[in-house]
C-alpha cells in the first residue's frame, strides 16, 4: 500500500508570495492531519479533517494558513502571503480511526526568503 | 508552554547495549503516548505506545513504561542497533474528543558500532 505522499518536498519563496502544499493519504484513511515543524522546535498540530469535514483547526496559526479537503481525499494547505516565520517542515500525516497512529508523510520543506 | 518535554537533546550508546530515552508531561489529561522514529528527511514512524491504564508494553527489542505518579515515560531499547540512530519523539494525546498528538522535541539517538 502506498503510504502518504506530500508535494513539494522543497519549495522556496520569497516573503508575500503564496504557496500551496499538497497530500496525499493512505487511501481509505478518513483522517487527515497537518503538522508543522519549525526549526529547533517540536512538532506541532495545525489542523485535523475526518473526511471533508474540518474536525478541529485549533492550531492553524492565523488567517494566512487555509486548508482545504475537497471530497475528502487529497488535501491541500495554502500559505498567503507568506512570511520568514512560517518556514519549515510540514507534514500531513492520516489514520483510518481517529484513535489510530498516525502515518506520516516525508514532509514539505517550506523556505521563506 | 511545553507539555511533553524531552530534555535530553541528544544520546550515544554503544551497539548491543542498551539505550533509555525519555521522556516527562505536564498534562494530566494526556492518556495515551506514543513514540515515533525518524531519518533524515523522512516523516516520523510509528514505533510503539502505551495506554494510561498499563504502566509496560514491549514489541522486540523495543519496551515502553509509563510512571504515572512521576508523569513520566521511557522508551528501552535493547540491544541498541546502528540502524536503531534516529530522533525518537515522544507524543501524547489527550483522550476522546481530542485528537491533536503533542510532541516533544526529540532525542538524537547515535548507536556506534
Known amino acids: 500500500e502506498a503510504g502518504v505522499t506530500q508535494f513539494p518536498s522543497h519549495s522556496v519563496i520569497e516573503k508575500g508570495q503564496t504557496v500551496t502544499l499538497r497530500c496525499d493519504p493512505i487511501s481509505g484513511h478518513d483522517n487527515l492531519y497537518w503538522y508543522r515543524r519549525v526549526m529547533g522546535k517540536e512538532i506541532k498540530f495545525l489542523l485535523h479533517f475526518v473526511k471533508e469535514s474540518k474536525q478541529d483547526e485549533s492550531g492553524m496559526p492565523n488567517n494566512r494558513f487555509l486548508a482545504e479537503r475537497t471530497g475528502g481525499t487529497y488535501s491541500t494547505l495554502k500559505v498567503q502571503p507568506a512570511e520568514l516565520e512560517d518556514s519549515g517542515v510540514y507534514f500531513c500525516a492520516s489514520s483510518h480511526q481517529h484513535n489510530s497512529p498516525l502515518h506520516f508523510g516525508n514532509g514539505t520543506r517550506l523556505t521563506v526568503t | 508552554d511545553q507539555q511533553v518535554k524531552q530534555n535530553s537533546p541528544s544520546l550515544s550508546v554503544q551497539e548491543g547495549r542498551i539505550s533509555i530515552l525519555n521522556c516527562d508531561y505536564t498534562?494530566?489529561?494526556?492518556?495515551?503516548f506514543l513514540w515515533y522514529k525518524k531519518y533524515p528527511a523522512e516523516g516520523p514512524t510509528f514505533l510503539i505506545s502505551?495506554?494510561?491504564?498499563?504502566d509496560k508494553n514491549e514489541d522486540g527489542r523495543f519496551t515502553v513504561f509509563l510512571n504515572k505518579s512521576a508523569k513520566h515515560l521511557s522508551l528501552h531499547i535493547v540491544p541498541s542497533q546502528p540502524g536503531d540512530s534516529a530522533v525518537y519523539f515522544c507524543a501524547a494525546w489527550a483522550g476522546a474528543g481530542s485528537y491533536q498528538l503533542t510532541f516533544g522535541k526529540g532525542t538524537k539517538l547515535s548507536v556506534i558500532p
Open positions: 498534562n494530566s489529561m494526556f492518556d495515551y
Open positions: 502505551i495506554s494510561s491504564i498499563k
